[in-house]
T-cell receptor
Framework: GAGVSQSPRYKVTKRGQDVALRCDPI?????LYWYRQALGQGPEFLTY????????KSGLPNDRFSAERPEGSISTLTIQRTEQRDSAMYRC??????????FGPGTRLTVL | GDSVTQMEGPVTLSEEAFLTINCTYT??????LFWYVQYPGEGLQLLLK?????DKGSNKGFEATYRKETTSFHLEKGSVQVSDSAVYFC???????????FGTGTRLTVIP
């Protein structure tokens, strides 16, 4: 079947605007993860879900960041009042039971 | 806390050369270890993994052995090809943590 998809692939926004990034995991995958990757760095964990339950949000940098997965499938990562330091690649991954994560292509966010 | 230290790049090799990319880790307990690869314009893909000490992961001619005594998981390939040009990320999954810690990535360029 299809892999993990993310939309939009590119997002340019002005400082202070809210953005919503979408992740569509592999069908049937229980777990969904969000990571942020700065240029020249490895991905950094933000949060993850099992089904619709957010299990760990310890990586969210501050309360402007939130995520949801209301029906246990598609997830949305929302950043409120964006700042220039939020510019990065945001990556989503999903996994079945077990520890192999499959990554989407990412959303490149640029905050002007 | 958990961390992954990865050999800095960029690395440039001629086709058919031997490749080693070093990776060492710090973790409590017994993590699983991974190498992910990111080809130009694509998302992260799992290259290989090892879940316990002395395990060897292998795929596409690449190998890495989980060395608990040296806390290392070095990536090797005997003869690289131009198509191996990519960024390689070492990562660990601490048991029960349900998220991946990544190294900073090593960019490999193979020239004909």
């Amino acid at each position: 079947g299809a892999g993990v998809s993310q939309s939009p692939r590119y997002k340019v926004t002005k400082r202070g605007q809210d953005v919503a990034l979408r992740c569509d995991p592999i069908s049937g995958h229980v777990s969904l993860y969000w990571y942020r990757q700065a240029l020249g760095q490895g991905p950094e964990f933000l949060t993850y879900f099992n089904y619709e339950a957010q299990q760990d949000k310890s990586g969210l940098p501050n309360d402007r960041f939130s995520a949801e997965r209301p029906e246990g499938s598609i997830s949305t990562l929302t950043i409120q009042r964006t700042e220039q330091r939020d510019s990065a690649m945001y990556r989503c991954a999903s996994s079945a039971t077990g520890n192999e994560q499959f990554f989407g292509p990412g959303t490149r966010l640029t905050v002007l | 806390g958990d961390s992954v230290t990865q050999m800095e790049g960029p690395v440039t090799l001629s086709e058919e050369a031997f490749l080693t990319i070093n990776c060492t880790y710090t973790a409590t307990g017994y993590p699983s270890l991974f190498w992910y690869v990111q080809y130009p314009g694509e998302g992260l893909q799992l290259l290989l993994k090892a879940t316990k000490a002395d395990d060897k992961g292998s795929n596409k001619g690449f190998e890495a052995t989980y060395r608990k005594e040296t806390t290392s998981f070095h990536l090797e390939k005997g003869s690289v090809q131009v198509s191996d040009s990519a960024v390689y990320f070492c990562a660990l999954d601490q048991t029960g943590a349900n998220n991946l810690f990544f190294g900073t990535g090593t960019r490999l360029t193979v020239i004909p």
